[in-house]
């Protein structure tokens, strides 16, 4: 069965980075997109950004460009998210999600990441 | 502020059917599909609905989604408890090349 493990939580301070994994299994890693969405305290879901682990192409959110990065290894079938200078704002359960593309959307999920920014 | 409009919050007893809607723009809802996802807190959103009106295996068919220009809407029939949970709208949006989603709606079964 599909599964999308990821990696723990996490506790930084403001201006550090961050970085969470987001393991595959049960599919062919290669075959789809991996999109990152978040879910801050009282805030609804906000997506991040796609990353093809076919050939590493990235798309990522407006209001995150700059600040986030989106890798993967095949080898692993894994995907990973770095964040950078966060703030209290960034404070939120990361999700990583299996990306069917424009017309079939996002169907498996991640159990989330809790990442606390506190100073 | 979201790019997709939800209600905050329904409500409705058990076996009632209640409805939440989700209103976008043409570069979104008006030119691509719409999913819907259903989401507890400390879990992993579900999905519901993809491609406007269908349902993955394992969804019961209580769950329907329908789309009409640039607005869309999930409907709840025989409500039970177990659906209390937040729901969440998503399109595929041609002008941020990316996804965007609803605020969410709260349904709470009375």
């Known amino acids: 069965q599909v599964q999308l493990v990821q990696s723990g939580a996490e506790v930084r301070k403001p201006g550090a980075s961050v970085k969470v994994s987001c393991k595959a299994s049960?599919?062919?890693?290669?075959?789809?997109?991996i999109s990152w969405v978040r879910r801050a305290p009282g805030q609804g879901l906000e997506w991040l950004g796609w990353?093809?682990?076919?050939?590493?192409?990235?798309k990522y959110a407006q209001n995150f460009r700059g600040r986030v990065s989106l890798t993967r290894d095949t080898s692993t079938s894994t995907a990973s998210m770095d964040l950078r200078s966060l703030s209290i704002d960034d404070t939120a359960v990361y999700y990583c999600a299996r990306d069917l593309g424009p017309i079939k959307g996002i169907d498996y999920w991640g159990q989330g990441a809790l990442v606390t920014v506190s100073s | 502020q979201s790019v997709l409009t939800q209600p905050p919050s329904a409500s409705g007893t058990p076996g009632q059917r209640v409805t939440i809607s989700c209103s976008g723009s043409y570069s979104d809802i008006g030119t691509n599909t719409v999913n819907w996802y259903q989401h507890l807190p400390g879990t992993a959103p579900r999905l519901l609905i993809y491609s406007n009106k269908q349902r993955p295996s394992g969804v019961p068919d209580r769950f329907s989604g329908s789309k009409s220009g640039t607005s869309a809407s999930l409907a709840i029939s025989g409500l039970q408890s177990e659906d209390e949970a937040d729901y969440y709208c998503t399109s595929y949006s041609d002008s941020v090349h990316g996804w965007v989603f609803g605020g969410g709606t709260k349904l709470t079964v009375l």
């Open positions: 990353i093809s682990p076919l050939n590493g192409n990235t």
């Open positions: 049960g599919y062919t890693f290669t075959s789809y997109g």
